[in-house]
């Protein structure tokens, strides 16, 4: 599953070669076989084709050793296939302790799907009342549940099926949700099923596809290359069904590239459409990119982009920026992230052929493209005891009412699995102040 012929890239295959390509030099081997029991941070064994768009830390990390030079490929498309960025993970700089350590628990991370551990979950979670969506890596979009699930990594096939007892908007139904089934074959990858997505650079704003509603189903296939031009490269292409959409299918195609070391971008072009013949089909551009920033002693950081189209292709609809860095604070890991959403004069003026935007599942909006501006600061503090706290302020105007969302999450492994817990309050002007304490376990054997 981790197979791939790009270039430079040593083909991962299960069980047949290690993760580590052959022609390393055996001290990294070694280093790289102890990295598991060094005392890495909490990253939750999974055992899937990808980095998936469920854990900010981990894409925290990931983020770190991009912007520390250390990783070849783009890491703005989630789920992310680790064929992607895996061998960048067979090497650190030994002088930066918080780039070792975000090595180390990606690596952890990427052998624990290699060898399937942790593959059997038992998850629970209750809330006082609905989610409140919070960007990219939401622990849950359920006011409350119990879930288990099965997952196997092979050399072609991997598979997740999920059972869960939840409710939604609600609703209290049996589901499938998170579910999933794919096929390698060297640098393609076939799937269906309904995994989170998040296309884009931003944290807490998404102007292109983002898991604020529940992930509809689809099937996909992704290739991934590397050339000259492009750098390392990767296209994909979904098809879905959104759930209680005013258009039966969405389509939507992505191209990310990493050209040059410092910079990234990529390319969304979707589509949605009631039928094959459809006249009233929706059309809509994005664009996004990275540029990492000159390095300060341990900290690392970089300014990012997005930019998407009205329903004609031609027009700017909504724009955001941010700038996010990582820093050492003695030995523990904060990153800070700041994100402002502006709207252009096309963003209202240029109406849906629907009379409504067309990326919403469940009656709840896949980006937050919605908003007419928005500013957000956020804060990932990874402690040196695993433990890990989130904090994001979000200030918002839509349709011209203002909206104050502030929350706060924390993590940390106990009673043999990890033990998540949070509270969020959301004002919106003229309507009555929401608040939402949750509690929510998961237990990986």
Known sequence: MFSSNVKKKPILRLPKLSFLSCCRANKLVHKALLVPFLGCTSAVAVASPWLEANDPFLRSSLLLLSDSGQISSPVNHYPMRWSMFGDDLTYADRNADSVLLANQELLYTLNSARLNRGNRLFKVVNGSNPAV???????????????TSVEHLGNSFSYRLTAGYSEYQDDMTLNIDN?????????WLWSVGNVDRWWGQGWQHNLILGSYA?????????????????????????????????????????????????????????????GVDSIQDEKQLALDAKLTLPSMASFYHSVYAEAASTSNQTELGAWLVGWTGS???????????LESQQSTDAHDATPWKSGNYPSITDGVANTTYMLDESVSVALYLQLKNDHQIGLRYQNSTQDNEKIKTSQLTYNLPALAGMVRVGASRQQVQNSDTKTNIWAGYEFRF
């Open 133 to 147: 969506p919070s960007g990219f890596g939401q622990f849950n979009e359920d006011e409350k549940g119990v879930y």
């Open 179 to 187: 579910s999933y089934l794919a096929y390698s074959s060297g640098a």
């Open 214 to 274: 529940k992930a509809a189903p689809d099937v996909s296939v992704s290739y991934i290359g590397e050339n000259n031009i492009l750098g390392v490269w990767s296209v994909e292409s979904i098809l879905a069904k959104p759930a209680h959409s005013d258009y039966d299918y969405h389509s939507a195609t992505r191209l990310v590239s990493k050209p040059f070391s410092l910079f990234e971008y990529g390319v969304t072009y979707q589509t949605w459409f009631s």
């Open 327 to 337: 820093l050492p604070l003695g030995e523990n890991i904060a990153r800070i992230v």
